[in-house]
T-cell receptor
Framework: KQEVTQIPAALSVPEGENLVLNCSFTDSAIYNLQWFRQDPGKGLTSLLLIQSSQREQTSGRLNASLDKSSGRSTLYIAASQPGDSATYLCAVRELSSNTGKLIFGQGTTLQVKP | SQTIHQWPATLVQPVGSPLSLECTVEGTSNPNLYWYRQAAGRGLQLLFYSVGIGQISSEVPQNLSASRPQDRQFILSSKKLLLSDSGFYLC?????????FGPGTRLTVL
């Protein structure tokens, strides 16, 4: 059974720092991996989607990498800002899924202090 | 990209009352649709998914039901709410690869 783990559960950093959020999954037979951002009381916003054949995706200050063989993905945030404060979730879609179901980690709550 | 609408945004209901939450999707056709629940301090739990009109699959046994009367409309219902039904309900849609989420409905059952 696929399990997705995110460590740490919470992270607090000063503004301007570069940081890495980690996501691990137990079964490497994935179709893709998606990173989301969730602000308090809001829905999820898709940040980056990495297909299983890809190694990384970039959007602005965000870079997500995927190492399928080791079951790991990282989300790198450069020059963090207070506006980056939110909960970040990763989710995998299994190769065997023909319904697009995602399996989510518990999330990392990030606080960027001014 | 897709746009997903959910209403109401917040809802306070007494135990034993009925429930109907609605989700509509714009910007795509024939999407897979999903209902998730996010309880306080817990992760996202997939409740239902649908691959087409009238096709509903339930992930966990519960007090809730779902229906898909139109291609881009997904409804979450209950005949009698329980206290444990409180939570944040999210509707999601998958087109080709990426999954998109609606703004959510905060349900409080008293």
């Amino acid at each position: 059974k696929q399990e997705v783990t995110q460590i740490p559960a919470a992270l607090s950093v000063p503004e301007g720092e570069n940081l890495v959020l980690n996501c691990s999954f137990t079964d490497s037979a994935i179709y893709n991996l998606q990173w989301f951002r969730q602000d308090p009381g809001k829905g999820l916003t898709s940040l980056l989607l990495i297909q299983s054949s890809q190694r990384e995706q970039t959007s602005g200050r965000l870079n997500a990498s995927l190492d399928k063989s080791s079951g790991r993905s990282t989300l790198y945030i450069a020059a963090s800002q207070p506006g980056d404060s939110a909960t970040y979730l990763c989710a995998v879609r299994e190769l065997s899924s023909n319904t697009g179901k995602l399996i989510f980690g518990q999330g990392t709550t990030l606080q960027v202090k001014p | 990209s897709q746009t997903i609408h959910q209403w109401p945004a917040t809802l306070v209901q007494p135990v034993g009352s009925p429930l109907s939450l609605e989700c509509t999707v714009e910007g795509t056709s024939n999407p897979n649709l999903y209902w998730y629940r996010q309880a306080a301090g817990r992760g996202l739990q997939l409740l239902f998914y649908s691959v087409g009109i009238g096709q509903i699959s339930s992930e966990v046994p519960q007090n809730l039901s779902a229906s898909r009367p139109q291609d881009r409309q997904f409804i979450l219902s209950s005949k009698k709410l329980l206290l444990s039904d409180s939570g944040f309900y999210l509707c999601a849609s998958t087109g080709y690869n990426e999954q998109f989420f609606g703004p959510g409905t905060r349900l409080t059952v008293l």
